[in-house]
């Protein structure tokens, strides 16, 4: 579920997603009770659908056709 909220400073493309996926990954089992990094715990599998939902939203950014199609993500 996304934790966006019409008050939050835009911080630019892709910065809900963004925060989302620091969010899941800092609250995963593996960053609590593993104790690991939060990089390791993303090489890992964990959060695999936000991850690839930043990953599209970052490359729709990139995408020449994203000015007719809108950029993804939130």
């Known amino acids: 579920m996304p934790k966006y909220y019409e008050d939050k400073p835009q911080g630019g493309a892709c910065a809900g997603l ?5 969010a899941c990954l800092l609250q995963s089992d ?7 990094s939060p990089r390791q715990c993303l090489k890992e599998g964990y959060c695999n659908s936000l991850k690839y939902a930043f990953f599209e939203c970052k490359r729709s950014v990139l995408d020449n056709r994203a000015r007719f199609r809108g950029r993804k993500g939130y």
């Open 30 to 36: 593996c960053v609590v009770q593993e104790g690991k």
């Open 18 to 22: 963004k925060e989302d996926l620091g």
